[in-house]
C-alpha cells in the first residue's frame, strides 16, 4: 500500500515538473528583447569600477528547442546560441570569437507587463583586464 503511494506521488510531481517544463519552452520561435537597465564593472588595479551601461536592444531568433540551438541577430550582424532550458526559463547562450561568455535569461511570460521578463550578462575582458555587465529588461515574443 505505501509503495502504492509513493508511486501515486511521484507519478503527480512528474506531471507538475513536466507542466513546468512545457511553460517554459513555450511556442515562440523568437523574441525581440530590450535591456534598459543594465550596470557594467570594469576590473583595474586591483579594484572594481562600477559604471551603468548603455541600453541594449536585440532579437533572439530561429529558436530550436529540441535542437538546444538559436540565433542572435543585432544591428551589426548574426551570431549562434546555444539553449539551455530550464524549469520557467530559457537560457540562451553566445561563445563569442574570444571565447568570451553571454547569456540571455528569458522567462515565463508575466501577464501584468504582458512581456518576458529578461537578464542579459557578458563576461568579456579589454586588455587582459575582467569587464563584465549585466541587463535587465524584457523580450516580447516576435
Known sequence: ?????????????A???GAAQASAAETAT??????RTGTTLSYTNAKYRRTVAKPLAFDIAAIDLDGQKAELV???GRGTLRVV????????LEVVAEGFLNITTVYDLDPKAKAHPAVHSRHFGLFGEPVVAQYHG????L
Open 85 to 92: 532550458r530550464a524549469i520557467n526559463a530559457n537560457h540562451y
Open 1 to 13: 500500500m505505501q509503495l502504492r503511494m509513493m508511486a501515486l506521488a511521484l507519478s503527480a510531481m
Open 138 to 141: 524584457f523580450c516580447s515574443a
Open 30 to 35: 523568437g523574441f525581440a528583447c530590450t535591456f
Open 15 to 17: 506531471g507538475i515538473l
Open 74 to 76: 543585432t544591428a551589426k
